[in-house]
Nanobody, 115 residues
Framework: VQLQAFGGGLVQAGGSLRLSCAASGNIASIYVTGWYRQAPGKQRELVAFITNRGDTNYADSAKGRFTISRDNAKNTVYLQMNSLKPEDTAVYYC??????????WGQGTLVTVSS
């Protein structure tokens, strides 16, 4: 499975961005797709994930502001981020848990939120 993440950019505090994670390869093996982020000097942390049944889960920092969704026809998972804060600044990575093999990671996409 290959993942390609895109959609990052520079936004002012209070603004919105939508990240996309496009999957290719053995799509049927994916059972969870998640978004992680890593801020400078900090550990990578889970932001949100969605299962292949559509169940979702969010980090406390994302609840009420971020929405994860999927478009199965496009093999793409989205992360809609609203009310962005400077502390949301990080490199965002998408991740896929599969029924076989280690997790797959996409390349990061940088989100910068200015105050």
């Amino acid at each position: 499975v290959q993942l390609q993440a895109f959609g990052g950019g520079l936004v002012q505090a209070g603004g919105s961005l939508r990240l996309s994670c496009a999957a290719s390869g053995n799509i049927a093996s994916i059972y969870v797709t998640g978004w992680y982020r890593q801020a400078p000097g900090k550990q990578r942390e889970l932001v949100a994930f969605i299962t292949n049944r559509g169940d979702t889960n969010y980090a406390d920092s994302a609840k009420g502001r971020f929405t994860i969704s999927r478009d199965n026809a496009k093999n793409t998972v989205y992360l809609q981020m609203n009310s962005l804060k400077p502390e949301d600044t990080a490199v965002y990575y998408c991740n896929a848990l599969k029924t076989l093999g280690p997790p797959s990671w996409g390349q990061g996409t940088l989100v910068t939120v200015s105050s």
